[in-house]
């Protein structure tokens, strides 16, 4: 009896490192994009205060200073609706190839001139996620919202305003509001709602912007939740109420 016991307490124990294993190998990819996404973030700086002349080649050469460029690329707005020319809207980002060469960019060129302006640049840094956001990233499928015309921009820097993200977002389409919710000392919390006239501008500056970084902290955006209707309101207090009262009952 002792011997069929321990054969079973083993085969149990065998069972449960196969499906730790197995839950590891399901895990770790996603991990490692996560380490991945934040060790080229780190990449990553932010320019502000360009001259609206200046151009990515000036950029490019000026950034090479610090090391190796990857990508050099300058945030554009509408410009000539006749010649369908963008114009820039003063700022942009560079990407170097390791991070070091990000971190002395930031050392170095921060406060250099070029075209008569002061370049303010800073170097993206992974957010820590909160609560909040770990517990967000685990909905079910079945909770995620569909894509509509307005969104959520997370992970908003403090120093950001909302003319700035007017600039940003305005440049894939009619913008219908933008708020940057506040606290009472007046710093923004951290996030932002951008809602167009259509959908389709929404889905448009959705797939531009996943990857951009502004005053250094890459913006994360996903679809807000549609605002409900007065009707719909009522009936959903009418709900937790009734539900309140069997509570009580």
Not at 59 to 68: D, I, K, P, S, W
Not at 84 to 104: N, P, Q, T
Not at 214 to 237: D, N, T
């Amino acid at each position: 009896f002792s011997s069929s016991s321990s054969s079973s307490s083993a085969s149990s124990q065998e069972q449960q490192q196969k499906a730790v294993s197995s839950a590891a190998e399901v895990l770790a990819p996603a991990e490692e994009q996560e380490a991945s996404a934040d060790l080229a973030a780190l990449c990553v700086v932010y320019v502000k205060n360009l001259n609206f002349s200046t151009t990515e080649d000036q950029l490019r050469e000026l950034f090479a200073q610090a090391g190796t460029v990857r990508t050099v690329s300058l945030a554009q707005g509408r410009g000539n609706h006749r010649t369908g020319e963008k114009r820039s809207l003063g700022y942009g980002f560079v990407e170097f190839a390791d991070h070091e060469a990000a971190a002395r960019a930031e050392r170095q060129l921060d406060g250099r001139r070029l075209d008569d302006h002061v370049l303010v640049v800073r170097r993206s840094r992974p957010k820590t996620d909160s609560a909040a956001d770990r517990k967000r990233k685990r909905k079910t499928p079945d909770s995620v919202i569909k894509a509509n015309n307005k969104l959520l921009v997370r992970n908003v820097a403090f120093e950001c305003s909302v003319k700035e993200l007017r600039e940003l977002f305005g440049a894939y389409g009619t913008l219908k509001q933008v708020r940057l919710p506040r606290k009472f000392d007046g710093t923004n919390r951290g996030y932002a709602f951008v809602e167009y006239l259509s959908k389709v501008d929404a889905e448009k500056a959705m797939e531009a912007l996943s990857h951009t970084h502004l005053y250094g902290r890459h913006l994360v955006l996903e679809y807000a939740r549609p605002e409900l209707s007065i009707a719909e309101r009522q009936a959903q207090a009418a709900d937790q109420l009734a539900e309140m009262r069997k509570e009580d009952q």
